[in-house]
């Protein structure tokens, strides 16, 4: 019976990225909130996993740093490819890619909205005057604790600039 359920949970998985996530990590891309990218969604996606995965993307893509920038650093992203044997039998293999990618500490601001509560994050957003589409961003992704360092975005920026206006 375990085998079962871990071959249901596993295909539960598979359906759940082939369905959803895929299209949720397009979206993130895109520059979509998490609110907007629920919108979007053709399957019903719990709002955990789409905080979770949006948050993953900005961290893979680099938008999103948890750690100092400092200057050139290497990307690593995996994907699974489809090979055929002689007998045409299909299986996947898991192919490393790295790429480059510049993390200049000018191209990035500190944020430390981890540090408080959403509800707290939400009344400082509204207090400063935040427009009801950035805040929604900051209010979308789950913040981790302690400073993360995000890329200057006109988005983020904008968020800084009413937040640091306000005290």
Not at 34 to 56: A, D, S
Not at 67 to 82: I, N, Y
Request: net charge negative; charged share 35%; glycine share 6%.
């Amino acid at each position: 019976m375990p085998e079962q359920s871990y071959f249901q949970k596993a295909l539960q998985n598979f359906t759940q990225d082939a369905a959803s996530l895929d299209a949720v990590r397009h979206l993130a891309d895109l520059g979509m909130t998490v609110k907007e990218i629920e919108g979007e969604l053709p399957y019903p996606t719990p709002h955990e996993l789409v905080q979770k995965t949006v948050w993953e993307r900005l961290v893979e893509n680099g938008t999103i740093l948890l750690e100092k920038p400092s200057g050139p650093g290497t990307l690593e992203k995996a994907e699974f490819v489809r090979e055929y044997n002689a007998y045409g039998k299909a299986s996947f293999r898991r192919v490393v890619k790295k790429s480059e990618i510049e993390r200049d500490p000018a191209e990035y601001v500190p944020c430390d909205f981890g540090n408080e509560t959403a509800e707290h994050l939400k009344k400082r957003l509204q207090a400063a005057g935040v427009d009801e589409k950035d805040a929604e961003y900051a209010l979308g992704l789950p913040w981790e604790r302690g400073i993360v360092y995000h890329k200057k975005t006109d988005r983020i920026c904008r968020i800084l600039r009413k937040l640091s206006d306000e005290k």
